[in-house]
């Protein structure tokens, strides 16, 4: 599913093989990679963007993984964890900073 109003920018790259659901609002910045099939460790499985959840640039969305609404994933994330809605997550690997 691909939402009517979805922002993303250049030099993205989406593997959609497994599924990829993406709600209204979302941003995506530049050069950011979802995985839904992950050739490295084999994982595989839906990814989730809810509606109004940013992408910062240069992050990465592992399978299996849900973006909560209103949620932000920070610049150069690594993001193997639902991330819960209102919450702002960073790092390599991502982990909680603070609610929204």
């Not at 790259?13 to 941003?27: H, K, L, R, S, T």
């Amino acid at each position: 599913m691909l939402a009517s109003s979805l922002a993303a920018y250049h030099m993205n790259i989406v593997n959609a093989q497994y599924d990829i659901e993406i709600f209204d609002d979302v941003q995506i910045g530049s050069h950011c990679s979802i995985y839904s099939h992950s050739t490295i460790d084999l994982k595989k499985g839906k990814v989730i963007l809810k509606k109004n959840c940013k992408i910062g640039t240069h992050s990465t969305i592992m399978p299996n993984v849900t973006i909560g609404e209103n949620s932000i994933a920070a610049a150069y994330s690594f993001v193997t964890k639902n991330i819960p809605d209102n919450e702002i997550w960073g790092g390599i690997p991502a982990n909680f900073i603070k609610k929204v």
